[in-house]
């Protein structure tokens, strides 16, 4: 079983920018791909990034890519988002998810098993 914990998250003025943590224990990190998703108040949650186990692989969903970026430190067991150019629609509870594989393709929330809790991201307009 592994924990993951977010945190980072924040207001922010629209143009802003936060970086997003989650950090890992419990199982071995370094053999898992990671990703990010987000919800946004009324709507289903969806994926932001994701990063295979070396982070040689990353992916993105077409509404951040360009303003986000997504990486990891296996010695630290944390994975991190990097978000610049923040907009409203940007507003969500961040959250953190590790994959049984060490590399996802696509964005289904099927390749992901283990949620941390969510951290709030809030940008103003």
């Known amino acids: 079983q592994v924990q993951l914990v977010e945190s980072g998250g924040g207001l922010v003025q629209a143009g802003g920018s936060l970086r997003l943590s989650c950090a890992a224990s419990?199982?071995?990190?370094?053999?898992?791909?990671m990703g990010w998703f987000r919800q946004a108040p009324g709507k289903e949650r969806e994926f932001v990034a994701a990063?295979?186990?070396?982070?040689?692989?990353?992916t993105y969903a077409d509404s951040v890519k360009g303003r986000f970026s997504i990486s990891r430190d296996n010695a630290k067991n944390t994975v991190y988002l990097q978000m610049n150019s923040l907009k409203p629609e940007d507003t969500a509870v961040y959250y953190c998810?590790?994959?049984?594989?060490?590399?996802?393709?696509?964005?289904?929330?099927?390749?992901?098993?283990?949620w941390g809790q969510g951290t709030q991201v809030t940008v103003s307009s």
């Open positions: 419990g199982r071995t990190f370094s053999s898992h791909a």
């Open positions: 990063i295979s186990w070396g982070g040689g692989t990353k």
């Open positions: 998810a590790q994959s049984p594989l060490v590399v996802v393709t696509g964005t289904s929330e099927a390749q992901f098993y283990s």
